[in-house]
């Protein structure tokens, strides 16, 4: 069971906004930045969020972040079905000393 | 732009020493506050950090793989490498190399590669 807990699955309709929640502790997401992680079907992870909120460049803006307390959520706007994707949350734990990530949110494009 | 691509053996006996190397290309090791990362997947699992090694020579490990962990950098062929021993069959993984900005944060991925541990 991973330390950042999220939701196994999740799913929209195209257009629709979805939200993915990571939630974690006060020794993870509440004392360090948190990262979020797309991984398409067979492809290497690709970096979505960076620093809890900041998109990389070449980030389309329908993909949002936000972090209070011990919790963080990504919320994608104007679902596509490219969005068909694993998401990952990650962070630094102080008390571990590791970078861990969440179980990963298997996201259903219907 | 940054590339890496990950090098190595798809396939490791039990016991032995698990080796790959990422070239970085389009870009210089030693330029920069990055960080040089190795992460792994388990089939069908997900991502399981393993270290980051900065050119200055610091360096982060996943403690429960340190006792078999060794990384390093090497900025005058610019490439960054991993080695993993007394592998069994739970190492095996698509193993990927990234840069990070900072500790936490993988802009730059490269494809992965799979390493089968089989006796």
């Known amino acids: 069971q991973s330390v950042l807990t999220q939701p196994p699955s999740a799913s929209g309709t195209p257009g629709q906004r979805v939200t993915i929640s990571c939630s974690g502790s006060?020794?993870?997401?509440?004392?360090?930045?948190i990262n979020w992680y797309q991984q398409l079907p067979g492809t290497a992870p690709k970096l979505l969020i960076y620093t809890n909120t900041q998109r990389p460049s070449g980030v389309s803006d329908r993909f949002s972040a936000s972090k209070s307390g011990t919790s963080a959520s990504l919320a994608i706007s104007g679902l596509q079905s490219e969005d068909e994707a694993d998401y990952y949350c990650a962070a630094w734990d102080d008390s571990l000393t590791l970078v861990i990530f969440g179980g990963g949110t298997k996201l259903t494009v219907l | 732009q940054v590339q890496l691509q990950e090098s190595g053996p798809g396939l490791v006996k039990t016991s032995k020493t698990l080796s790959l190397t990422c070239s970085v290309s389009g870009g210089s090791i030693n330029s920069g506050g990055y960080y040089w990362s190795w992460l792994r997947q388990l089939p069908g699992k997900g991502l399981e950090w393993i270290a980051n090694?900065?050119?200055?020579?610091?360096?982060y490990q996943n403690p429960s793989l340190r006792s078999r962990l060794t990384t390093s950098i090497d900025t005058s062929n610019n490439h960054f490498s991993l080695r993993l021993n007394s592998v069994t069959a739970a190492d095996t993984a698509v193993y990927y190399c990234?840069?990070?900005?900072?500790?936490?944060?993988?802009?730059?991925w490269g494809q992965g590669t799979t390493v089968t541990v089989s006796s």
């Open positions: 990234a840069r990070g900005l900072g500790v936490t944060a993988f802009d730059v």
């Open positions: 006060s020794s993870n997401i509440g004392s360090n930045t």
């Open positions: 090694i900065h050119y200055s020579g610091t360096s």
